[in-house]
């Protein structure tokens, strides 16, 4: 029996990116459906729950994803929605790579180090990945500081991220390089979310800064988020701090992702939300 | 090579639920086309005509579905007047799955059972399963009535089915139970084609009717048309009349669907209509 | 790993026709993407970039295709401006078929024979195969006429031709079949490129051309363009003249447009386009 994955997501064009992944995760079949709106998720689901019964259901799964991580985020409520008793297949929530995207990046900091207790700086973080990131590293235990340029934006981020992730994150305005120097006093974790090709902090900012022990980039396009770290980076030690780059972490995102794809069809009832992927994460050797 | 079957239906997502069941039923590949307008019909399938030659044609196939029957038999019209010649490859009809469904309800009452000479009630009946459910009935020899909330509604439609079926089938108006209960008379196959969760006829009404021997109700979902079955009814005796559920008929759908799709790649010029899958399904060991 | 292909195209549904081909050629998946725009190509053609390194690279690869020719150049544009250093795979460009039919027409006049030198003249080629037949004539060393009821028309296609595909091939105004027999004095070799089912020329016009050796039409539908050969003519003898329709063109087509999608997956950086095509085809037996 072919193992068949849906995918599902607002954009028009269904991501060839997570299909081309889910077929060297073993995928047999993706049934790729772009540009989704939430009353039609329904129908397609039943196409999954109905067609299959009893241990051959755990064959078909779904994927939730695309670029607009809020269209995803109400498709994945109708999916959970659909589902009753035991009509319901396993499915997995990453639009925009965010949740295995956040999930690599918090295991590189987390692998063979106590997070707890650690002071943690996630510079431009309110995007899909940062929250996530910084999540993560609240749930390790981790002090954590979200900033924006924006500080009602952060501010409202981090309300939001009490409310639906339970976590304890604090706002903190950043509008430029002198800001982000000030931000990170006393900080031993910089993970760094901006966008594409923008420069956040320069070398000398984080080289003085003694606290610092680890530092993550997850912007791949020169000039880098951090300067002084390259995006290859896996653990290089830099000016006395350990370096992750956007490669580096893209290469263990790219392990998590097919894994978790992988884990979809162990059997029907799996949600492999932000804190399965995470957990399973942990559990795969490097 | 491999097994392609090209799926055709207006509305905008093809079917999920064919598509899992066409990779169930052996097909290597569907390339599913949901939004087709019938002018796109002659071009695709060319695609599937031109492409390979001979003995080879026939691991080619189409399928026309949809939850729109009157726009699928327009695009299944297309689909034939493209063929000529040796240039044609098996068809497969079954939007909303009504012939499939069809077959499978009438088979439940048909099998082990002379059929002809009966009198058959196909409640709510001018929709696309119970139009087929009374065409099947008839064909078998029964006396068929159908009814509808509107008389006007149900005449159209038994005129439409003499004129395309080529069958008799007799209008009666029923707008509540007691109406049901004045058709019921003299009848001995009750088919209850209402919509999902609408109660058609109680308990009392049917279990006082002495001439009735057999029902079945294609309605899964809470209340059921007829009071005092179960959806996984196959072949139950209840108050000394055997019922049949809209779950048993479904595994029996599900089962006739997959021959029906196998069937197809058997030559290139089969057309797997309802009188073709009927009998598939009467040739089928359950 | 599955060799996938990422089909692009305009056309609002992706061209059956060349999927089925490329699954008879060996592809496990295609991704179909119909209606595409040229500002959605970039991130589609990240999907097969970045899933995939180093060797496994060529295990991907793209068809750019559609009936609209000018719309797949802008798409084919887009994908190569998208590659960068090793990061690109293997594409093809046969948008309506025109560079493998053009391929497999020029390569019927070729075989055994030595086009250089000869004239050649292409009735009504101002469409896409009509121009690349034309092209890979004058690349063979013929002096090439090519023809088009409008003068202005001929001579625009004409400086296309020399910009872009660096060709010498001379306008003519053909509005009739006396025309068509003026045009025809002193031509070795006639290829026929008119719309499905119109007659161009005559079979007294051309009998009495004792120039003439060759003759080709891609039209395949009654009234073939030229008259008096018959769409199966592979290489007939016809008064004097070998000519060659548009079935054993088609024939030579579809070998060719599979041979073309295999070599994608040989190596990740090639560029199937008119010139490597119709260098494939001189590669292959028959």
Request: net charge neutral.
């Amino acid at each position: 029996m072919k193992k068949i994955l849906l995918h599902l997501e607002s954009d028009a064009k269904a991501s060839v990116f997570d299909q081309v992944t889910a077929y060297d995760a073993g995928v047999d079949q993706v049934i790729a459906c772009g540009g989704v709106a939430p009353e039609e998720v329904t129908n397609l689901v039943y196409g999954v729950m109905f067609t299959r019964g009893g241990d051959s259901l755990r064959n078909s799964a779904i994927f939730v994803g695309g670029t607009r991580v809020a269209d995803a985020e109400r498709l994945m409520d109708g999916v959970l929605q659909t589902f009753f008793g035991p009509f319901r297949v396993s499915v997995m929530f990453d639009a925009n790579g965010c949740n295995t995207t956040a999930a690599a990046a918090v295991q590189k900091l987390a692998r063979g180090r106590k997070l707890a207790g650690k002071k943690a700086l996630v510079l431009a973080g309110t995007g899909p990945v940062g929250t996530r990131i910084a999540t993560l590293l609240a749930r390790e235990g981790c002090r954590v500081l979200l900033t924006s340029r924006s500080l009602s934006r952060a501010q409202e981020v981090c309300r939001d991220l009490e409310t639906r992730a339970k976590v304890k994150v604090e706002p903190v305005q950043v509008r430029d390089g002198e800001e982000a120097g000030r931000a990170l006093a006393g900080v031993n974790v910089l993970v760094c979310c901006g966008a594409p090709g923008v420069r956040l902090i320069d070398g000398a900012t984080w080289t003085r800064q003694e606290s610092l022990e680890i530092m993550a980039d997850i912007n791949a396009v020169e000039p880098l988020g951090i300067e002084g770290i390259k995006a290859t980076d896996d653990g290089k030690e830099r000016q006395g701090k350990i370096a992750y780059g956007a490669l580096a972490i893209g290469n263990l995102k790219m392990k998590i992702h097919k894994a978790a794809i992988q884990a979809l069809f162990r059997s029907n009832n799996q949600v492999m939300d932000l804190e399965a992927i995470y957990a399973l994460a942990g559990e795969m050797s490097e």
